[in-house]
């Protein structure tokens, strides 16, 4: 008799970061929280400081040049990325950065179908270039602003993804009709009442008609994504016609 195989590994997420209190945060609530909770993917943060060597335990230091504010120290920085990766070497090395590659769906995806994800936060004016490199880090950025520092950025990149873990959302079809995953904007949803403060759903979604139901979400996904990401429609438009066509769901 065959033995079975064990059970696959959860994903695994590790962020480095100066202020680990600030996780598990809002990914401790609602689907991503009981995910957690049930072991379907698990999340250690990693404070940076715990590395530092000198007994005032310094992980900054005066940018080269001059300049102000403090860049984190690539000696520190090293220290922590080994521990993390040495429990998941096979995860990716994440930098949270305004001038890295911008976030989007097919990245999340791929780091979702992945096994997990290192993440380091950055805080001060940067970190040292030089670890960056040696690490072979990807920099990313969820948007064209600054923030206080990478914890927030983390947040959300794994919220994206921890949503697409299997048996994270109640249905699967959710993650795939949402915005950006067939490279257009969502379709306006709507429910009871049918009629609120003189405003009617509007009348294919009550026809039953399953077929009309799609063509009038794709017709709007596409007049949405025209509209507000004219980028989005350059990009994907010529695909669209048959994106969301078998994407139904009853009215």
């Known amino acids: ?41 698990g999340l250690d943060a990693i404070d940076i400081r715990g590395f530092a060597t000198d007994r005032h335990r310094s992980v900054d230091d005066t940018p080269c040049g001059g300049g102000a504010g403090m860049v984190l120290r690539p000696d520190v920085v090293d220290a922590a990325c080994a521990a993390a990766l ?22 999340v995806r791929g780091f979702a179908e992945g096994p997990g994800v290192v993440l380091l936060c950055g805080r001060f004016e940067g970190i040292d270039q030089r ?28 919220d994206a993804c921890v949503r697409l873990l299997p048996g994270v959302m109640g249905a699967a079809a959710s993650g795939e009709e949402e915005s950006f995953s067939a490279g257009l904007l969502e379709y306006p949803h709507y429910t009871r ?15 039953g008609n399953h077929a009309e139901v799609a063509r009038w979400r794709r017709e709007q996904a596409e007049m949405l994504t025209r509209t507000r990401r004219p980028d989005l429609w350059a990009r994907h438009g010529s695909a669209t016609p048959h994106a969301l066509d078998g994407q139904v769901n009853a009215a």
């Open 131 to 158: 670890v960056i490199e040696a690490r072979g880090m990807l920099e990313v950025s969820i948007g064209d602003y600054v923030l206080s520092g990478g914890e927030p950025a983390a947040l959300v990149l794994l």
């Open 1 to 41: 008799m065959t033995a079975a195989s064990p059970p696959p590994s959860p994903w695994q997420a590790s962020v480095l970061t100066l202020f680990p209190e600030m996780f598990p945060g809002p990914l401790g609530q609602s689907l991503a929280g009981r995910a957690l909770r049930e072991g379907r993917w």
């Open 193 to 207: 009442p049918t009629q609120w403060n003189g405003l009617a759903v509007p009348p294919v979604l009550l026809s």
């Open 86 to 107: 040495a429990a998941g070497p096979d995860r990716p090395l994440v930098v949270l950065t305004p001038r890295g590659v911008p976030l989007d769906q097919r990245m």
